[in-house]
Every structure is written in C-alpha cells, then in structure tokens.
C-alpha cells in the first residue's frame, strides 16, 4: 500500500503538531510555511514527539514517513489526502490560504 500524503499548511505550534502526528504514524507530509524558520521550528517539534509518542501507544509505531518542506501553496498540497490547514487565526491568512 502506498503511503498517504498529508499537507500541512502553517507550521507554528498547532501545524507542527499536526505534522509530528502525521508522520510518526507513516504518513508523508508535505509542509508549507511562509516563516524562514519553519524547518528549524518544525523540526523540533517531531524530535520532541520521536521521544514522547511512542510511550503513548501500547503497540510499535509503522515507519516513519517522508517530510518534505515546500516553499509553494499549490505544489505542498497537490496529491494529497488530507490538507490539516493551521495557520494563525488571522482572517487576512485565512483568505490567502483559502482564496
């Protein structure tokens, strides 16, 4: 079976938990994010969930899944299977990411 995509759409807290979550449990995730420092931001926040997740469930975890970062709307969320769109609740972000 072939891995699900996710699109992550906003990286700060909520998006990066939402990403960790995706991916610990096999989905790949494409990630868009304006914020120059998404990567480092959205990197340290799965380290932090590669520690505590798996205490969380009684079984092992599937394999990880691939995160890939995206520097273009369109292209994080093209093909994917779910789109988990997080960024500040800010109506003026919430018109260009819908818009």
Request: aromatic residues 8%.
């Amino acid at each position: 079976m072939m891995a699900r995509i996710a699109a992550v759409v906003g990286g700060g807290v909520i998006g990066g938990g939402w990403v960790a979550r995706f991916l610990l449990n096999g989905w790949n995730v494409h990630i868009f994010d304006a914020d120059p420092e998404a990567e480092r931001k959205i990197t340290e926040v799965v380290d932090n969930a590669r520690r505590a997740l798996p205490s969380l469930y009684d079984r092992a975890l599937p394999p990880e899944g691939a995160l890939i970062f995206f520097d273009n709307l369109e292209e994080a969320v093209t093909d994917a299977d779910w789109i988990q769109e997080s960024v500040p609740e800010r109506l003026d972000l919430k018109h260009k990411v819908h818009g």
